[in-house]
């Protein structure tokens, strides 16, 4: 620890801060959501992309939750994620914000923060020096060619563009003038130190200057684009200092951010007059790494600027190479939701290039046509290759197959998996089931001649692969009924009414209904809403507020069904006591129920794959796939070799990339867990049903209110006819 913070000063910190003004600054506020008396805001969240205000922020308590990517947290927090910010950091620009004192120092740790600020104040000296050294007589030739290349004066000024004249001590001179030490110098990578004895000298010389400036805008570093041809460093960026780490950093990083925030897209572009070209023309959300490939740390920041940046690759072999570079990196990285897309350029083109030559729409066309990234991988591994052999074919399957194991998330594995899986069948001819088609289709060979691909726009199988047609909403609901997903569309719809029936009780579960995935129709955005209702207000005052903000009709859906209207939760709101355990057992059972659902669905889908008529790709010795039970029958957890064959599930050597015979581990762990969360859903409902009896009707009847009703009709010498009537309606 840098310093002693204590909670209570933290907590102070945070209460003198807006937290609806510091995330304003990053946001635009949706007004018809928001309720700024009640401090309740509303807004596209700045973490990712998307349209609709799912970002909410509760001024009056500090904190803020979206319910699209789950981003939450307070003030600190939020610094820390929007500006790239470690905590200290954010807790120092909070005290600035707030006018309050930090706490005392570690020696050692505030000699490290002064010499950080000093050299950032060296360094926007720097960045003054250079701009106007653009204005003098020694920079016509740099003018000339950045009016060439299309910048006018408004982005000169925007980005800052300066020139660095061909002496060797200018700015050197210029700094010391205005009392820079050399050492800071030195210590910025400004100048550097001779190796002749000579006194120090300029960093950069005959180069048009960028700034480059981290995620809070400070500048750290200079990229510099030499005038002379000769020059065997075309472009060159500043040396690693105390505040520069090339590796860790993008140019336009804070502004492009900002956009995202917004809902721009982020378009990862190769050098800095791509990023200004395209913000130029309105893409505001433009950021380039600096001279070198992609590293995982800057592929990190761009997932938290947007979950699928989108990388503009010039249409040259080197930009495809580049592309394939970032793909590389980013397939054990990759997590559920969180991806890259691909726009291939023009070949010999770059943003720059397209811009001038057919404006924003021309750049726009580019980017609506960008690649998944599964579509690169194929692209990858069968452009201009012939695949006219048996053996040539099985080198292209093993060449998606190490592609695919390198996909650390399973999801993700098996989703590519199926989708090279698609494609392969559409190049050779084979149907869903690996059997071959009676003819052969457009891109099949025919005769004895190698198949070659025909550039990009012309692979193999080019017309013959179609994705499926979308389910219309119709489908989807049908589905929906068959998987029997109503009963939790019934559980999300009593959770919800007991809430309002009892509004003390948001708080607390607003940690759980804040992480809950809703189905039901409306279900979100009365979750949402209730949320930011008053804890204290009475069932009523709730109803209303609702009302005035999602309009009566949500609130109509949500109790018509008669297993929500007599719940016990609902009908007994008034005791606290009963809504609480009502809505504690509500939230387990469907957690443990969708646990249940999901892990089988997984295990079905996997062992559907190994059940499947011989893919020629995946099983190379075709064979009698067991069914779900025998597999599982068969299955013992302790084995200490392979299976005998007989009886083992056959793997999907993409997805599990083995090869033994017995059933992967992951598939046995997710058959484990499928058991244990059906168990689960058992036990909790089992639980239920002892203590409420199933009407006819699908109602739950509460056993002691039965009972006491029982009761009642035999004190007035009605014949109920023992347990019978309880259970009519």
């Known amino acids: 620890m840098v310093m002693s913070l204590s909670p209570a000063f933290l907590d102070d910190l945070r209460s003198r801060v807006s937290l609806a003004d510091l995330v304003g600054r990053k946001v635009t506020w949706d007004r018809k959501k928001s309720n700024q008396g009640r401090g309740d805001w509303w807004a596209p969240c700045p973490f990712h992309q998307e349209k609709t205000a799912s970002f909410h922020v509760l001024d009056r308590e500090g904190r803020y939750y979206c319910f699209g990517c789950h981003a939450k947290g307070d003030a600190i927090t939020f610094l820390r994620e929007a500006e790239n910010l470690s905590f200290m950091e954010a807790v120092e620009e909070l005290a600035r914000m707030a006018g309050v004192e930090m706490p005392a120092r570690d020696p050692k740790a505030a000699e490290k923060a002064e010499t950080r600020a000093t050299l950032t104040e060296v360094m926007e000296q720097a960045v003054r020096h250079y701009r106007m050294q653009l204005s003098s007589a020694k920079a016509a030739e740099a003018r000339a060619y950045l009016a060439r290349r299309g910048l006018d004066q408004e982005a000169l000024a925007r980005f800052e563009i300066g020139y660095a004249p061909p002496g060797w001590e200018g700015l050197r001179e210029a700094l010391a003038a205005k009392g820079v030490e050399v050492e800071r110098m030195l210590a910025a990578g400004l100048v550097r130190a001779s190796d002749k004895g000579r006194a120090p000298y300029d960093t950069f010389r005959d180069r048009i200057l960028f700034p480059i400036r981290d995620a809070r805008g400070r500048a750290i570093a200079f990229g510099g684009r030499a005038m002379d041809p000769s020059d065997t460093a075309k472009y060159l960026n500043s040396p690693d200092t105390e505040l520069f780490d090339k590796s860790r950093t993008l140019y336009n990083h804070g502004p492009a951010w900002g956009a995202c925030g917004k809902g721009a897209a982020l378009i990862v572009a190769e050098g800095y007059m791509d990023v200004i070209a395209l913000v130029a023309a309105g893409f505001q959300g433009a950021v380039a790494p600096l001279g070198t490939a992609v590293t995982e740390?800057?592929?990190?920041?761009?997932?938290?600027?947007?979950?699928?940046?989108?990388?503009?690759?010039?249409?040259?072999?080197?930009?495809?190479?580049?592309?394939?570079?970032?793909?590389?990196?980013?397939?054990?990285?990759?997590?559920?939701?969180?991806?890259?897309?691909?726009?291939?350029?023009?070949?010999?083109?770059?943003?720059?290039?397209?811009?001038?030559?057919?404006?924003?729409?021309?750049?726009?066309?580019?980017?609506d046509g960008a690649l998944p990234m599964v579509e690169l991988m194929w692209r990858r591994e069968t452009e201009a290759r012939s695949l006219d052999s048996p053996e040539r074919r099985a080198a292209l399957d093993r060449a998606l197959r190490g592609r695919v194991a390198r996909i650390a998330d399973p999801s993700i594995r098996a989703h590519y998996a199926h989708a090279l899986r698609e494609r392969r069948a559409a190049l050779f001819g084979f149907d869903r089931g690996g059997a071959a088609r009676g003819a052969p289709g457009p891109g099949w060979p025919t005769g004895g001649g190698a198949h070659r691909g025909r550039g990009f726009g012309a692979g193999y199988g080019a017309g013959r692969f179609a994705p499926p047609a979308l389910p219309t909403q119709a489908t989807r609901a049908a589905a929906r009924a068959a998987a029997g997903t109503a009963p939790e569309h019934l559980r999300e719809a009593v959770i919800l009414a007991t809430l309002i029936a009892c509004p003390a009780l948001i708080e607390?579960?607003?940690?759980?209904?804040?992480?809950?995935?809703?189905?039901?129709?409306?279900?979100?955005?009365?979750?949402?809403?209730?949320?930011?209702?008053?804890?204290?207000?009475?069932?009523?005052?709730?109803?209303?507020?609702?009302?005035?903000?999602?309009?009566?009709?949500?609130?109509?859906?949500?109790?018509?069904?008669?297993?929500?209207?007599?719940?016990?939760?609902?009908?007994?709101?008034?005791?606290?006591?009963?809504?609480?355990?009502?809505?504690?057992?509500?939230?387990?059972?469907?957690?443990?129920?969708?646990g249940a659902a999901r892990e089988v669905a997984e295990a079905m889908e996997q062992l559907g794959r190994a059940e499947r008529a011989p893919d020629p790709m995946v099983d190379p010795m075709p064979g009698p796939m067991p069914g779900l039970a025998d597999a599982a029958a068969a299955w013992e957890p302790a084995t200490d070799g392979p299976g005998d064959g007989a009886g083992a599930a056959r793997p999907d050597p993409w997805v599990e990339g083995d090869d033994d015979g017995a059933l992967p581990d992951a598939l046995t762990w997710r058959l484990a867990e499928a058991a244990r969360a059906s168990a689960a859903a058992e036990r909790t409902a089992d639980g239920d049903r002892a203590e409420f009896d199933l009407a006819p009707n699908g109602v739950r009847l509460d056993r002691r209110e039965k009972s006491a009703f029982a009761d009642l009709?035999?004190?007035?010498?009605?014949?109920?006819?023992?347990?019978?009537?309880?259970?009519?309606?």
Do not use: N
């Open 297 to 367: 740390h800057q592929l990190r920041m761009l997932w938290k600027m947007h979950d699928e940046p989108i990388v503009a690759l010039d249409g040259d072999t080197a930009g495809l190479r580049a592309g394939e570079r970032v793909m590389d990196l980013a397939l054990p990285l990759m997590e559920a939701g969180q991806s890259l897309r691909f726009a291939l350029l023009p070949e010999g083109r770059d943003p720059d290039d397209v811009i001038r030559e057919g404006g924003a729409e021309a750049m726009q066309a580019v980017l």
């Open 508 to 594: 607390d579960f607003a940690h759980v209904l804040e992480e809950m995935e809703f189905t039901g129709a409306g279900h979100a955005e009365i979750a949402a809403a209730l949320l930011a209702c008053d804890a204290r207000a009475t069932p009523t005052e709730v109803r209303a507020d609702l009302g005035a903000r999602l309009g009566r009709a949500p609130l109509e859906r949500l109790m018509a069904p008669r297993h929500v209207t007599l719940s016990p939760g609902v009908r007994r709101a008034h005791d606290r006591d009963v809504a609480r355990a009502c809505l504690a057992g509500e939230f387990a059972r469907l957690a443990a129920a969708r």
């Open 713 to 729: 009709l035999r004190e007035i010498g009605h014949d109920a006819g023992g347990d019978e009537a309880g259970g009519k309606e």
